[in-house]
């Protein structure tokens, strides 16, 4: 049975793990004590040399990263739906994976952290970073329905987890309706699942 190292709050693991579902793919999960650092132990650094979720184990075959992951996964387990063959599309899929882990990861994904675990680091220039993204998307997204071809893909999956939680970054997504149009249609697929949501930011406002 394949492995993920996870953790409910990481939207890293999340897109990982969206991916296995969409492929149908049966799969255990196994939440890495994150807080006790169970991941700088030398038994998952073995596993990772970075110290991170997520990680994928496919029967011994041990892959670190969500692009990664994701790039493994739809290469070994899709028929070129989710993961496009032809080169053009697959390149496309890999320039919105590569966001995932630029201005997504230290735009929206890092004023999130920010709030979860009160790091003290100034919010507003990772906001501005997650909103001048969000302008980019919300721009594309208001003549087509998902970021690469006529379909859902990998590129529309890594996207969403740190998007779908701008909020708990302290950016509201209600500029945006193009996006939240988006965000519905992968949340409509049978084999969505969300990512906890976390009463902080905005989440935290609205909840007080
Ligand atoms: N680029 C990596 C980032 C992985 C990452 O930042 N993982 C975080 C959780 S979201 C983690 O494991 N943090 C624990 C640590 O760094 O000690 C990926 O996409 O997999």
Redesign the pocket.
Known sequence: MIKLYT?PL????HRAELTLRALNVPHDLIVVD?AGKA??QPDFLALNPF????VLDDNGTVIW???AIMTYLGLTYDDGALLPRDPALFAQVTAWLAK??GPIAYGLGAARRANIFRTGQDLEPLIRTGREFLDTIENLLSTRDWLVGSHLTLADIGCYAYIAAAPEGGVDLAPYPHVTAWLNRIEAQAWFTPLAPVAVGLRAAVSA
């Open positions: 953790h990481s939207g890293n693991a994150l991941q700088k110290g991170q979720v997520p990263d969500s692009v995932t882990a």
